[in-house]
Structures are given as C-alpha cells and as structure tokens.
C-alpha cells in the first residue's frame, strides 16, 4: 500500500518506520525536507521517502495526520483537493489547559478534521497511546495484544485501518462512528494524565477482555 506521513515526529516517525519495514511504501509529506522531524525519520530510516506534501497526499491511498493538533486547520486547508477521496487516518489530539480537552468537550478534534476535508474519509486511529508503543506494541508475558480502539463513519476506510493496526501488532477494537472520537479523546487525556503527568510507564497499554 502507499502510505503518505503528514507530520513524521514522535507519532508519525514511529509509525512510518514500522510500517515500511512491513513491505509498505511509505513517503513523507514534507514542507521542509530538512526539517528535524524529516532527518530523524530518516536517520531511523532511510528507505522512508520525501515528497512535496501535495504530490505526496495525491498519490497516496491512505494518509496519516500526525501534526499538533493546532496545525490541522491550515494544513487541511491547504490539502483539501488532495486529499478527496482517501482515507485520513487522524492521530491527532486537541488538548487544552490543565491536560483538558481542547475543543471543552463540545466536539471531538476528528469531527473538525472531517469537516475541514469533508470528502475524506476520516478514520481516528493511533491516538490513545503514547508513542513509544506505536513504535513497539510488544509485552512479553501477556497471551493478549494491546487493544487499540478506533472510530470512523465509512466502513470500507475502517476496515482497511483495522487490518494495518492488526499487522502492526494490535487487537484492533472498532468502536463505531466518529461521534465516538470525543470520547476516545478522553480516553487519551486519562492515558496521558496517568502517564505524562503522573508516574505510571508510559508501556502501559488496555486490553480488551471478551466473553461470549
Ligand atoms: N506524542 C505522543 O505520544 C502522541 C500519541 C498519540 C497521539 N499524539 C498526537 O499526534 C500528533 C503528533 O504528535 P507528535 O508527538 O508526533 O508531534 P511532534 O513530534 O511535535 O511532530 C509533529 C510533526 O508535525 C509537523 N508539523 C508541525 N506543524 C506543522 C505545520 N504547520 N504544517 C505541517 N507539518 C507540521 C512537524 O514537522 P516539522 O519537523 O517540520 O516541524 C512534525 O513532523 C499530535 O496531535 C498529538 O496530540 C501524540
């Protein structure tokens, strides 16, 4: 699959690394190619490829948004033809003073990514987690995978995120349509509350118990 990075730091970084070493062909949309987040990647890398970010997003079949979340207005803006048609998996978090949501809980950050490029197909996914277990969802010792829940309205899009999330070592949890973003963005604010800003590792993970 071609894969396209918009943003390539601590989230997309990880993710674009893992993914190319899964046989994906995985460009950077760079506006500055020698920007650190760019060297980095590509230290970590180097097969991960650079590209203009609207080329990058044209001729992609999915792409991931992993900008602060400040930034998605005016990047959207500007990739909106581009990005018609493909699916837009959103990593991003809008967070707001004191590890609050960003947007006051009104609205979730994904349903403004969705109407800031209405014919994507936005797919919230790699959100609730910090970094480091995008980079390695490995826990030895346990008999179940990390559980990484993701939302969206179009099912065909899901799908095809659902089966990456898979091949990147993850239970993948589809917790129904974007007005489900809000409160995966609340699950991320625990996360990051227990984690960032208390003592807990930031290798911990949920797991999804089921019986039938
Ligand atoms: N960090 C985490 O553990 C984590 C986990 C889950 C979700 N998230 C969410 O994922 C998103 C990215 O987080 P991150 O920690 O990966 O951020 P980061 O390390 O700061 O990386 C941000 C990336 O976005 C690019 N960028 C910044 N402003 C831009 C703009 N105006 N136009 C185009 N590109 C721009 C940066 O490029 P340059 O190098 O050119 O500045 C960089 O590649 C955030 O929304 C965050 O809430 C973070």
Redesign the pocket.
């Known amino acids: 699959m071609k894969i396209t990075?918009?943003?390539?730091?601590?989230?997309?970084?990880?993710l674009a690394d893992r993914l190319e070493r899964l046989g994906h062909r995985v460009t950077?949309?760079?506006?500055?190619p020698n920007?650190?987040?760019?060297r980095e990647?590509l230290a970590r890398n180097p097969r991960l490829l650079v590209q203009a970010?609207a080329a990058a997003v044209a001729e992609a079949d999915l792409v991931f948004?992993?900008?602060?979340?400040?930034?998605?207005e005016?990047?959207l803006t500007?990739l909106k033809d581009a990005l018609r048609g493909k699916v837009l998996v959103d990593?991003?978090?809008?967070?707001g003073p004191g590890l609050s949501h960003g947007l006051k809980s009104v609205q979730s950050?994904s349903e403004v990514v969705q109407a800031l490029v209405p014919e994507a197909r936005v797919v919230k996914a790699?959100?609730?987690?910090?970094?480091?277990n995008?980079a390695d969802p490995n826990y030895p010792g346990y008999s179940v995978r990390p559980a990484l829940l993701f939302c969206g309205a179009d099912e065909v899009a899901k799908a095809q995120v659902g089966a990456l999330i898979d091949t990147l070592g993850f239970e993948p949890i589809d917790v129904g349509g974007l007005e489900q973003a809000l409160h995966l963005e609340h699950l991320?604010l625990l996360w990051?509350r227990m984690i960032?800003a208390g003592q807990r590792s930031?290798h911990l993970v949920w797991a999804a118990l089921q019986r039938s």
Do not use: H, K, M, W
Request: with cysteine; hydrophobic share 35%.
């Open positions: 990075f918009i943003g390539s730091g601590q989230v997309g970084g990880a950077l949309a760079a506006r500055d920007s650190s987040s760019v990647s970010p948004l992993a900008t602060p979340y400040a930034a998605n005016q990047v500007e990593c991003t978090n809008p967070v950050g790699f959100s609730i987690y910090g970094y480091e995008f991320t990051v960032r930031p």
